[in-house]
């Protein structure tokens, strides 16, 4: 129930290129997705969010669609380049009880190459 | 935005000595942090929960008399290994959940480097 699916593990793309990363979670009481990117030896960072109340939210080249029905997210990196090359974390969390704490992916390296 | 601080970035230590890591939240106060242990290409696995002015909650199969957590106010939370051995390695990251914000929103420390020998 509380476990977040993340995939691919990894992933290379190339510099212009499209990344897409994807989750899947559980716990219908999850009501918050944040994306983190992750530098070696660095704390991950907020990247983007999205609330179950929208099916896309963009923020430059990072886009979040989801569906609540089939209860996926995905992370979408337009016009990738080289300094996007990092690990991915896709979370869930909700309010109440056992969702009130942030569950991670498994994570995704990501790529991106000249 | 909300920053947090994390001190040392990176510790050395002899086994069986004690190792403290601080938390800070620089501006903004900080009721609850997360404290997780990450090891290489692995994902964040939580360790606790610290609120401020109480005892922490850890996570299962998490030794609380190993990992001692301690929110004295609500800039600053510290964990304490105690008495390290090098399984105890590990990059050990803090979060900070503010006042104000989301349930889950969080924002998150650099990270500290314990490296037990």
């Known amino acids: 129930q509380q476990q977040v699916k993340q995939s691919p593990q990894s992933l290379i793309v190339q510099k212009g290129g499209i990344s897409i990363i994807n989750c899947a979670y559980e716990n219908t009481a999850f009501d918050y997705f944040p994306w983190y990117q992750q530098f070696p030896g660095k704390g991950p960072a907020l990247l983007i969010a999205i609330r179950p109340d929208v099916s896309e939210k963009k923020e430059g080249r990072f886009t979040i669609s989801f569906n609540k029905s089939a209860k996926q997210f995905s992370l979408h990196i337009m016009d990738s380049q080289p300094g996007d090359s990092a690990t991915y974390f896709c979370a869930a969390g909700g309010n109440t009880g056992t969702a009130s704490k942030l569950t991670f992916g498994t994570g995704t390296r990501l790529q991106v190459t000249l | 935005g909300a920053v947090v601080s994390q001190h040392p970035s990176r510790v050395i230590c002899k086994s069986g000595t004690s190792v403290k890591i601080e938390c800070r939240s620089l501006?903004?106060?900080?009721?609850?942090m997360f404290w997780y242990r990450q090891f290489p290409k692995k994902s964040l696995m939580l360790m606790a929960t610290?609120?401020?002015?109480?005892?922490?909650?850890?996570e299962q199969g998490v030794e609380k008399d190993k990992f001692l957590i301690n929110h004295a106010s609500l800039t600053l939370s510290t964990l304490t290994v105690t008495s390290a051995h090098p399984e105890d390695s590990s990059f050990y990251i803090c979060?900070?959940?503010?006042?104000?914000?989301?349930?889950?929103?969080?924002?998150f420390g650099a990270g500290s480097r314990l490296t037990v020998l």
């Open positions: 501006d903004f106060q900080a009721t609850t």
């Open positions: 979060s900070a959940r503010g006042p104000g914000s989301g349930a889950n929103v969080l924002t």
């Open positions: 610290s609120n401020e002015g109480s005892k922490a909650t850890y």
